[in-house]
Nanobody, 127 residues
């Protein structure tokens, strides 16, 4: 059984930074992609970014490119989302997820590809 636990959410002013963490226990494989998604109130869950567990290739939504950075610590089984220059529209519940057996062409942006999800952590950006 795979478990994912997010942490690091909170309240920050616009222009500030936050770093989210996702700790993974269970089946992570060389084929895995780890992703970050977010869901604002009343909206659908959307892709933020993803990272290949082996190799570390990263993929980002256009809305966060240049502001957010995803990294992972292979030894700790942790993934991070460094969020800079935050905007009020970044306010959402942020989720991490794992696609354990991704294809070589996958870029992590398809929600239905993911097997397991964390419980989410709230990020609120005030104007």
């Amino acid at each position: 059984q795979v478990q994912l636990v997010e942490s690091g959410g909170g309240l920050v002013q616009a222009g500030g930074s936050l770093r989210l963490s996702c700790t993974v226990s269970g089946g992570i494989f060389s084929t895995s992609i780890m992703g970050w998604f977010r869901q604002a109130t009343g909206l659908e869950r959307e892709f933020v970014g993803a990272i290949r567990w082996s190799g570390g290739n990263t993929y980002y939504a256009d809305s966060v490119k240049g502001r957010f950075t995803i990294s992972r610590d292979y030894a700790k089984n942790e993934m991070y989302l460094q969020m800079n220059s935050l905007k009020p529209e970044d306010t959402a519940v942020y989720y991490c997820a794992v696609d354990r057996f991704s294809t070589a062409r996958a870029t992590g942006n398809i929600i239905s590809d993911y097997d397991y999800w964390g419980q989410g952590t709230q990020v609120t950006v005030s104007s």
